[in-house]
């Protein structure tokens, strides 16, 4: 399976999850170590866009294209176990539980969730502590630029 990342330069050979441990994010606690990855370049894209002012154009972002090995059996998280406002911000705590306990029974490399901003697509997040994690390869990285048109 190959997923996607965005990040910046300094951090793209960094699959550690250390950014997600330090500071959080909708699937996982702070203390938790995380990597996340969307299925596409464009969800990776909005991901990454989300979480940053519109005006500001990120740049110095390299795309990371990841592969993880086919035989890797995967957990997925479906939208109807969920509680109905899983998407807002007031339930992050429900899914960074949902998230911290896959990390800590271990027993899956990588957890498939649904993603917030596009219904219907997935991200899919990786237990770096997982034994398995160490199948996980970078295949490319290149520099992402994005068109101006995006930020007028």
Same mark, same amino acid.
């Given at each position: 399976m190959?997923?996607?990342?965005?990040?910046?330069?300094?951090y793209t050979h960094?699959?550690?999850?250390e950014g997600a441990e330090l500071y959080g994010g909708r699937w996982n606690s702070v203390g938790t170590p995380m @990597?996340?990855?969307?299925?596409s370049r464009s969800l990776a894209?909005?991901?990454l866009a989300v979480h940053l002012p519109f005006i500001i154009k990120p740049t110095q972002y390299c795309l990371v294209t990841i592969q993880i090995p086919d035989a890797?059996?995967?957990q997925t998280v479906a939208v109807d176990t969920l509680k109905n406002d899983w998407m807002s911000p007031s339930s992050q705590k429900h899914t960074q539980r949902i998230g911290d306990l896959f990390v800590e029974k271990n027993?899956? @490399?990588v957890l498939k969730v649904p993603s917030v901003i596009v219904p219907g697509d997935s991200n899919y997040l990786m237990n770096p502590l997982h034994p398995n994690f160490e199948k996980?390869?970078?295949l490319k990285t290149e520099l992402f630029s994005l068109d101006s048109r995006l930020f007028n």
């Amino acid at each position: 399976m190959i997923v996607f990342r965005l990040a910046k330069k300094q951090y793209t050979h960094k699959l550690s999850g250390e950014g997600a441990e330090l500071y959080g994010g909708r699937w996982n606690s702070v203390g938790t170590p995380m @990597l996340y990855t969307s299925e596409s370049r464009s969800l990776a894209l909005l991901e990454l866009a989300v979480h940053l002012p519109f005006i500001i154009k990120p740049t110095q972002y390299c795309l990371v294209t990841i592969q993880i090995p086919d035989a890797i059996k995967f957990q997925t998280v479906a939208v109807d176990t969920l509680k109905n406002d899983w998407m807002s911000p007031s339930s992050q705590k429900h899914t960074q539980r949902i998230g911290d306990l896959f990390v800590e029974k271990n027993e899956h @490399l990588v957890l498939k969730v649904p993603s917030v901003i596009v219904p219907g697509d997935s991200n899919y997040l990786m237990n770096p502590l997982h034994p398995n994690f160490e199948k996980v390869k970078i295949l490319k990285t290149e520099l992402f630029s994005l068109d101006s048109r995006l930020f007028n």
